[in-house]
Nanobody, 115 residues
Framework: QVQLVESGGGLVQAGGSLSLSCAAS????????IRWYRQAPGKQRDLVAS???????KYVDSVKGRFTISRDNAKNTVYLQMNSLKPEDTAVYYC?????????WGKGTLVTVSS
């Protein structure tokens, strides 16, 4: 059974940093593209960043230069380093992977950026 567990969220002032983690189990992690999404209150869930099994990374324009996605296959974990945080980054952050044609999601971790 595939499981994803996010951690690392919290309250931070604008301009600050947070590092999120996503620990995966139940899937050949090293072969998977892992994605971070976020969902702000009252809004849809949007893709933020992704990292492929070849370590190719992609970012939404609004976080380029501020967020860095990375992975440690030995720990089955993906990270999202978030710097220069802005109030508009406030959201629940989810990690996601696709396995066997199915989407898997963690329960999310809340990031709140105060102005």
């Amino acid at each position: 059974q595939v499981q994803l567990v996010e951690s690392g969220g919290g309250l931070v002032q604008a301009g600050g940093s947070l590092s999120l983690s996503c620990a995966a189990s139940g899937t050949p992690f090293s072969l998977k593209t892992i994605r971070w999404y976020r969902q702000a209150p009252g809004k849809q869930r949007d893709l933020v960043a992704s990292i492929s099994f070849t370590y190719d990374t992609k970012y939404v324009d609004s976080v380029k230069g501020r967020f860095t996605i990375s992975r440690d296959n030995a720990k089955n974990t993906v990270y999202l380093q978030m710097n220069s945080l802005k109030p508009e980054d406030t959201a629940v952050y989810y990690c996601n992977l696709v396995s066997g044609g199915m989407d898997y999601w963690g329960k999310g971790t809340l990031v709140t950026v105060s102005s």
